[in-house]
């Protein structure tokens, strides 16, 4: 079992930057290398759309095209956090949002992730 807690949300006016983090408590045994992460977004009213992705070993990323540039994802494995940085942000990326976790191959798919935090709440001002 993997546990996620998400941390970093808040309100900030467009065009500013926050940093979301993503805490993996994991079972004895394994390690968070084990595991590819994304991170996720749902707006209300909305379906749950993927953010970006990060392999276990940190060197492949996938991104949503709408935050290409803007938006950073990385790890610690050391620290078993998933960071991600989002800058420049707009209204649009006002979203609850959620880390995500899989054994599989690095994905874009949420049916692929068996492991989600509880989400944590962004809001851009504009």
């Known amino acids: 079992q993997v546990q996620l807690v998400e941390s970093g949300g808040g309100l900030v006016q467009a065009g500013g930057s926050l940093r979301l983090s993503c805490a993996a408590s994991l079972v004895s045994g394994r390690t968070s290398r084990s595991y590819s992460m994304a991170w996720f977004r749902q707006a209300p009213g909305k379906e749950r759309d993927f953010v970006a992705a990060i392999s276990w070993s940190g060197d492949r990323t996938y991104y949503e095209d709408s935050v290409k540039g803007r938006f950073t994802i990385s790890r610690d494995n050391a620290k078993n956090t998933v960071y991600l940085q989002m800058n420049s942000l707009k209204s649009e990326d006002s979203a609850v949002y959620y880390c995500?976790?899989?054994?599989?191959?690095?994905?874009?798919?949420?049916?692929?992730?068996?492991?989600w935090g509880q989400g944590t709440q962004v809001t851009v001002s504009s």
């Open positions: 995500a976790a899989t054994a599989l191959w690095l994905t874009t798919e949420e049916g692929n992730y068996n492991y």
